[in-house]
């Protein structure tokens, strides 16, 4: 079942700029991972935050997770057109994946 | 990453046929993989879990004689929409399952999905 929620559902940002999306999930997870899907294809792993973990990083990818308030964030600096996906958060608490609503991101040239 | 491949990306059939979709774990023998069904602007919903050799485990609310899943080795599992209708035109991707190092999660692996439009 769907647990993870995302906001925004939608950011339009300028290239150069600094995009964050926030995932607020209900249940105890063993780790949270975000995903990018860019338009009628396939999920790109990106990253995976374990339970026990409170930060990541991955090239221009930060990744926070607050278990006491059930969130994480992706944070995705210095924007490129290239960027411009939608990008989901999926909660991991018995081997499965429930997938967030997703934020769709746009990086203006 | 692991190469997961879907066969074929898009099909469109009539109502009342069935349809086959196929997933292919390339890169290593997966004894999990997943169904998932997305409709557009929507996030995934998993359908089942495929097990190689057993029954897939189906989640609530998925119809098991609509959606048949094989998973008849260990790199291929098979979703077949049985009777399709239009409402079960959606996007439907496929992910197989490793093991991280540690055993403490598993690591999925999509496929491109399929594109099924009923007619």
């Known amino acids: 079942s769907q647990q993870g929620e995302e906001d925004p559902q939608a950011l339009s940002i300028q290239e150069g700029e600094n995009a964050t999306m926030n995932c607020s999930y209900k249940t105890s997870i063993n780790n949270l991972q975000w995903y990018r899907q860019n338009s009628g294809r396939g999920l790109v792993h990106l990253i995976l935050i374990r339970s026990n973990e409170r930060e990541k990083h991955s090239g221009r990818l930060r990744v926070t997770l607050d278990t006491s308030k059930k969130s994480s964030s992706l944070l995705i600096t210095a924007s490129r057109a290239a960027d411009t996906a939608s990008y989901f958060c999926?909660?991991?608490?018995?081997?499965?994946?429930?997938f967030g609503a997703g934020t769709t991101v746009t990086v203006r040239a | 990453g692991a190469v997961v491949s879907q066969h074929p990306s898009r099909v469109i059939c009539k109502s009342g046929t069935s349809v086959k979709i196929e997933c292919r774990s390339l890169d290593f023998q997966a004894t999990t993989m997943f169904w998932y069904r997305q409709f557009p602007k929507k996030s995934l919903m998993l359908m089942a879990t495929?097990?190689?050799?057993?029954?897939?485990?189906?989640e609530q609310g998925v119809e098991k004689d609509k959606f048949l899943i094989n998973h008849a080795s260990l790199t291929l599992s098979t979703l077949t929409v049985t009777s399709a209708h239009p409402e079960d035109s959606s996007f439907y991707i496929c992910s197989s399952s490793r093991a991280l190092a540690g055993g403490l999660a598993n690591e999925q692996f999509f496929g491109p999905g399929t594109r099924l439009t009923v007619l």
């Open positions: 999926a909660t991991d608490a018995d081997y499965k994946l429930s």
């Open positions: 495929s097990n190689e050799g057993s029954k897939a485990t189906y």
